[in-house]
Each structure stands twice: as C-alpha cells, then as structure tokens.
C-alpha cells in the first residue's frame, strides 16, 4: 500500500492507493461518509487553517496515483463500483456517457491502435464518398469490441 500527502493546508493527511485517507498526526484512518447524491465515498477534512472541506475520496486517488496523459475531466469505476476506490478501478474519460461506455466494454484498450486504424479508413472512405466501404468498416468497427452490430442503436 502507498501513502501520499495531500497539499497545505490539509499535508497532516494522506490518501493510499487502496482509497482511504489517513490522518498523520491522529495515526487514523479518516471516517468516510456515502453521498446520498452519488452513493460515492468522502471524507470531510480540516485544515489547518481551520476550515473544513469535503472531498471525494476517488479524486483523491485519482490525482495521486492514476495517470490523466489526455487531461480528461471525468472520473469512472472501471467495475462500475462508486464505492471501489483503489486506484486500479479508477480511470479518466471524456465525459460521463463514456465513462459509461468503457465500463461496458472494458476491452476497448486491448483494439486501440485497430480501433484508430480503422477510424482513419473510415474518415479517408467518406471523403472519398464510398459509403459503402464506411458502412463496412463502420460494421467492424463497432464488432471490434465485441458487441453485436444488431445492437448499435442500445443506449448504454
């Protein structure tokens, strides 16, 4: 398990990778709370300054030990989870309809680079205004991943 400080004014606690915070100067681990909101985990953390703050406890983990290359803006569970905060489960989307969408099809990172191949051919077909050729490797596009091409029009 890995412990990394949080930033003044709130450096007397620490987040682990395994998704709790723990207070330095107590030696405890902090009391998480569930959001009636979201059903996700936090903690509520004072300062030294005085005041308090609520934190969600997967941002906590994220921003210290999930890695954001893209700069995406939106948190999703991989096993969709909110309460599963180690910092395996967490990962970064566009938005929160993707953050669904890789949940529901986990095996998008294993078809990336055929993924992007195929985006690109299909980019150079329209433009060459073959439809049909799109259409095609639109069709195995979406049965990369191993969803049924019936099911295209399912809402995740």
């Not at 953390?45 to 997967?58: A, D, E, M, N």
């Not at 954001?68 to 948190?75: R, S």
Request: hydrophobic letters at 30%.
């Amino acid at each position: 398990m890995r412990f990394e400080p949080l930033n003044e004014p709130y450096d007397m606690y620490s987040v682990t990778d395994t998704g709790h915070v723990f207070n330095v100067d107590k030696e405890r681990y902090e009391h998480e709370l569930v959001d009636p909101k979201n059903d996700k985990m936090y903690v509520v953390l004072q300062g030294s300054h005085r005041k308090t703050r609520k934190f969600y406890v997967s941002q906590l983990v994220a921003d210290m030990f999930v890695k954001n290359d893209y700069n995406l803006g939106y948190l999703y569970f991989k096993d969709g989870n909110v309460q599963n905060s180690h910092y395996t489960n967490i990962g970064y989307a566009i938005n929160p309809k993707e953050g669904v969408q890789r949940v529901s099809r986990p095996f998008r990172r294993q078809v990336e680079n055929k993924r992007h191949t195929l985006i690109v051919e299909i980019g150079k077909a329209c433009d060459r205004k073959d439809f049909t050729h799109a259409n095609k490797l639109g069709r195995e596009l979406w049965e990369l991943e191993g969803a049924l091409y019936e099911n295209r029009h399912h809402e995740f």
